[in-house]
């Protein structure tokens, strides 16, 4: 573990990943990355919450998003490396458990995320085709069938990445041209659009069930995070990502009020939460003849595309803490021909098949947004700790209003105000247990080889 405050460290135990990545592919990564699982899937789950006004959480998620992004905007910039918000941490604070918790955190929140696509998958968007396999066993298979196409190689799996971004957006494309069909038809009923549920209807129970829709919604924007652990694998990062990263939080985040919208719009809160494939509600009472089985399909590729990228995300953390000594060395092992982390890729992928038997949806989202806002808050205040550390080129500096109301913000939604279920702490602390075990054998391996 380096405790230098320079932006170097250890160099990797092998041949470096490759640079494949430029603006344009970075962009769409981006997009991709946040588009998907959670605006397939949990906005039923939003509006369960919250009733027909489910358009606000998604509003007040967007701009959450926005201050965090711009603290990883500066920190990528000055530190253009791969391990993100684990080597932020160790930076700022330079407490080696607490980088280690904020990397397991990180590296759990995509396990889980992808666990929710896995999911979603094997939800109502297939049982348009098929009901005759487990989805369990679905949601396992496809969770392999990831992990051996991120073992072929970065370009690979970016370039898939591509393909599945703009099927995905296709299919939001739609759900928004059956709503401007609808309003301009004389259909939906826009009187939903102010509606508000609330156990309790006092004012203290509003405020926690829009806190809680808040953060649940919250997990449709995470995903830039996931880009920063890409910046080995990008031409001139510090150039490219201020661009890509505010560019892919502002297109996702007005495509995501406008579907809300739309959903709102066009069905009852009551019929979106019931169902793990709500924007197919949404195409069958949106009065315009789209083939549901189609959309089905599309909606398919986009959950596809977020588990994909979480996958890819969650190995190179793992690859990054192992080149930090975090984790063993071992972990940093990458293919020599197809230069790819292969041990941190089989690793994370048995997470996940183990962690998607653990919850549905909902639960394994939730769980997603409350360890991400955790981390959120610890890497806004690492900006903040960062700006005595100076570093010899120029890179993006955010305003410091802005980390400070994103720290504020994030430990609000991560807070018991917002109103979640118990199992997602329990999942939570499960795996922070977990966590600390493997901290403990990395220490004790570290100590016996006299480098502890």
Known sequence: MTTSTEPTSHEPAGPGLKRAIGPRLLVLFVIGDILG?????TTGKVAGKVGGALWLPFVIGFAVALLTAASYVELVGKYPRAAGAALYTQKAFNVPFLTFIVAFMVMCSGLSSASAAARAFSGDYLAEFTDAVPPTLIAVLFLLALAALALRGVSESVRTNVVLTLVELTG???ILVIGAWA???GGGDAGRLGEFEATGGTAYALLTSVLGATALGFFAFVGFEDSVNMAEETHDPVRTFPRAIFTGVAVTGTIYVLVALVSSFLVDHRTLERSSGPLLEVVKAGGLDFPPRLFALIALF???NSALINIMMASRLCYGMANERILPRAMGRVLPRRRTPVVGIV???LLAVGLVTT????????TTAFLLLCVFAVVNIAVLVLRRDRVEHAHFRTPTAL???GALTALLLASPLADREADVYVRAGVLLVIGIGLWGVNKAVLRARGEG
């Open 37 to 41: 699982t959670g605006v397939y899937a």
């Open 172 to 174: 939001l494309l739609v």
């Open 183 to 185: 309003v301009f038809g």
């Open 302 to 304: 986009a959950v596809t």
């Open 347 to 349: 690793f994370v992928s």
């Open 359 to 366: 919850g549905g949806i909902e639960g394994l989202g939730d």
């Open 403 to 405: 980390p400070v109301l």
